[in-house]
């Protein structure tokens, strides 16, 4: 996938422009990052698409240096699951962090 950077947001459009998945995150009070929502269109899912923009996000934060938390559940769930791999982005709510996707339609 083509995966596109903007500001608190990382996603993949098809060759028609229509959005194919998404990561949307927010910069918190203390400077932290937390992923709020994760998206990927039905005619991906089942694919691993979700666990590849995961991985893309991860990445990103590790280039940047930055730390995170999920409120997205499937972004909280992905991130416990990958705490070895990725430890220097976790931040110390992650284990504390209550999930809860925003929800805006997409779903």
Known sequence: MNWQYENGRIYSTDENSELMAEATF?????GEMDIDHT????????QGV???M???????FR???L?????????NIWLKRHEKQYPDILSEDT??????CK???KH
């Open 26 to 30: 927010i910069r918190k009070e203390n």
């Open 39 to 46: 998206y990927v269109n039905p005619v991906l899912r089942g």
């Open 50 to 52: 979700a666990a590849q």
């Open 54 to 60: 995961m991985e893309v996000v991860a990445e990103y």
């Open 63 to 65: 280039k940047e240096q």
């Open 67 to 75: 730390k995170t938390t999920a409120t997205c559940s499937y972004a």
């Open 95 to 100: 284990s504390d962090q209550a999930a809860a």
């Open 103 to 105: 929800i805006d339609g």
